[in-house]
């Protein structure tokens, strides 16, 4: 190869999988020993390749499972992703159309419902209730579409359909039900006939499908894997992950007929890559335009932009994209960078539940391209990419800490101050806030500490239009006064990330 034409080979990926000096094995174990996460899988795209995966800890911690490529994860509300995609297929087929009302295939629905769209479902703006609330509703027993249905059926909608947004598991609920009417197929046959077995995708099913999957009793050998020495089978194995509650009782697993379309998906790390970068492309949905339907911005009514679709949050950085949450024992993430030089993807699946991992997928993306680092200190900083103005950040972050009878001490508008001076800077707000109940025993231990309280959170809008909320990591700044193990530390650092992913978040807690 000559110089010329080495200079027009783009250079993909690196040796150097580190960020800010730390390397994204650093940064994962630090991060599963602050959460107490038993297991976890990673997998990172840098499409079309699939360069890295890899297991960290148990995938079952009373088996002695090792996490790996091949384990089986809960997806989570991932799987709205996947029911989606099944109705956007229809829709392709000619059998659907966005505007068309569900009840027109459903109709048996509600009186109240009859007018409420696919495109309103798919947008989780129904203003329909989530069944997940109801006092009847009990995550671990089947359950038939109707009885679904009739535990909401007399609630009232939330807001006028299309006027607002509210994520409602009802609002899948009906999409699959749709796709089960009009393809003539289960939903479960419709999405593993169009999607996972289109794919290829080996280590993805529903909950009903672990049982087809071959895996070794532990049980019966004493914790140790004995059948790979005989049986080729058991090399390298497909295994379900599994776990536990504080008693150390197994979480049960969740039927896929309570929470279908909305977290009844199985899948390991790499097919849930592997199934993005079809996604990404025009392999499962053809048409841009029906894609973009699915996974980017659209305007309310009244004129405001709402960053969220079908789970997927959008934030501007390069195009980024999210899908995450948690079910009973495990929590999952997938972030998509769709910018055209880039199209990185990373994926955290992981067997303890109520897990955020925006900020630790964030710098394990920054590992893998400089240019989706968040060009900030993040070994000093907690840093989270809001999805709203600067304005509606703070206003959200304020009604957050009044929910929680946290008082606000101070508010500083740096770019109105700026401009007060005849200077220029982009908008910039600070909210100080505390609770003496918290603060004070950090200062009865040291009271020097008392120059860095009470806390704070700043909200900035950056050159290229994006929304950052960030905080002093507070581990970090207790360790410089001998308080980093102090108790109150870990409750502190939990409630201001709390604080901030309900704040910059569509899709709030």
Partial sequence: MNTREHETVKMRGSADVSYLGRTVDEMIWEFMEQEEIPGLTLAIVQAPYIPRVVGYGLSDPKQRRLASANTLWPAGPISQAFAAVAVMQLHEDGKLQMDDKASQFIPQLPETWQEITILQLLRHASGLSDYRASEGFDLSRQWSFQNLVDLVAEEPLQFVPGSSVIQSATNFLLLTEVVERVSGKSYHDFVTERQIEYLGLRHTGFCEDLKDFTYEDISLTENIHQLFKKDGTYIDPTEPAASYDEQGELVPRIPSSALRGFSDVWASAMDISTWDIALAGAVLIHDPENRALIYAPWQLPDGREFPAVAGWQFYKHRGLMDI???????????????DSAELVCVTLMANKEG??????????????????????????????????????????????????????????DHAQNAADAGLALRPTTVLIFGSPKVGTGLMQADQSISLELPLKISVWEDEAGSTWLAFPRIAAMASDYGLARHPAVSKMEKLMEELVQTAGNAYAK
């Fill in 324 to 338: 995450k949450g948690s079910i009973p024992g495990y929590s999952m993430f997938l972030s998509r960078f769709t």
């Fill in 355 to 412: 897990v955020d991992f925006t900020n630790l997928g964030r710098r394990i993306a920054g590992a893998f391209g400089d240019l989706l680092s968040t060009n900030y200190d993040d070994n000093k900083l907690y840093l989270l990419e809001g999805q709203f103005s600067v304005d509606e950040t703070v206003r959200r972050l304020e009604a957050e800490l009044a929910k929680r009878e946290i008082p606000v001490f101070a508010k500083f």
